[in-house]
């Protein structure tokens, strides 16, 4: 089965094995999610190999793939099963290999007829299953209750790291297994750096506040942005909140199935743009989700990916003003191919706490 998964890149790259080493593909390929070890494929067996920490935890979870124990030389099984199945050419994952692990598993190996993979495998993570969708919509409605949580919560004089601390807390406490990334709770002028690190700054009122997080439930990640305001808003605060609303409403009411990324980021892009906030929105619209935070595919000014049934992705877009604040309004939607599913459920109105 697992080999079946990956039969077609083997064929393109004219490889008879693959060592797995990425976390996240290694996970998707055998199941095993302990972030250690590398998996095995070739048409004779699905090897994932572990040290001995890890040997349980890895036969409870590979269901389709053996598990052996390495010893001191963590390459040398891998080596005896490529000798005894008379492997002349191996397939690693380039952007996942150190240098020193790189050359490690070369000179352990026989074989030195090594090829690099480039993205191939996670381009096969791009289109989920059900069972991954139902995760992502579980973890997402996590994501859903703690926002609900922190506007009765989140008050001036609360400072930045006590909110994110409280999501934190929220979302681990009703099911989540981990964050998908440190949470972002950035007030006032922080507001106008995308990705700020929460900071002992107090909250105050007239600020804007950038929430922005997610959870992982059974490996799969979740993310959300929500921007609300601490009093009342003023009117120009009113007026950047509407169009980042506009943008994003235009890039869901607009994404769907055969679309490239980049014609997907330039539905909410346009908008912005036309209201003469071009340069304040210097990222992408959005992202693949999945067992990882931010996978394929990207929806921005530089993607040729198309769009298929099944892809999950976030819909992300931004004004970042600095010296006045920021807004970025997040939900995660599954691409479908007359539009999108939307898994988050937050209200998006300017909410005023
Ligand atoms: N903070 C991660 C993201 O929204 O992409
Ligand atoms: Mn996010
Ligand atoms: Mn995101």
Known sequence: MIFEKVERIMEKTGVQAIIVTD???????????????????????????VDSRYTLW??????ECAVE????????????????????????????????MFRELSEALVCKNITALSDELEHLRMIKSAYEIERIEKAESIGDEAFTYILGEI??????????????????????DALSFDVIAASGLNSAKPHATPSDKKICNGDFVVLDFGCVYEGYC???????????????????????????????????????????????RTVIENKGYADCFGHGLGHGIGLYIHEMPRLSLS???????????????????????????????????DGVRNLTKSCKELISV
């Open 58 to 63: 890895a036969k409870s979870e590979c269901k």
């Open 222 to 268: 979740s993310d959300m942005t929500r921007t609300i305001v601490v009093g009342k808003p003023d009117g120009r605060q009113v007026e950047i909140y509407n169009i980042v609303k506009t943008a994003q409403q235009a890039a869901l009411d607009n994404i769907k199935a055969g679309m490239t990324g980049r014609e997907a980021d330039a539905k909410a």
């Open 303 to 337: 993607s040729d990916t198309v769009l298929e049934s099944g892809m999950v992705v976030s819909v992300e877009p931004g004004i970042y003003i600095d010296g006045f604040g920021g807004v970025r309004i997040e939900d995660a939607v599954v691409i479908q191919n």
């Open 155 to 176: 008050r001036p004089g609360m400072t930045e790291k006590e909110t994110a601390m409280l999501i934190e807390m929220y979302m681990r406490s009703h099911g989540a």
């Open 23 to 49: 976390p996240y593909n290694i996970r998707y390929l055998s199941g095993f999610s302990g972030g250690e070890g590398y998996l095995y494929i070739s048409k004779f067996a699905s090897v994932m190999y």
């Open 69 to 100: 124990t390495t010893g001191r030389q963590r390459y040398k099984e891998v080596n005896d099963r490529i000798v005894k199945e008379g492997i002349e050419n191996i397939a690693l994952e380039g952007k996942h290999l150190t240098y020193n």
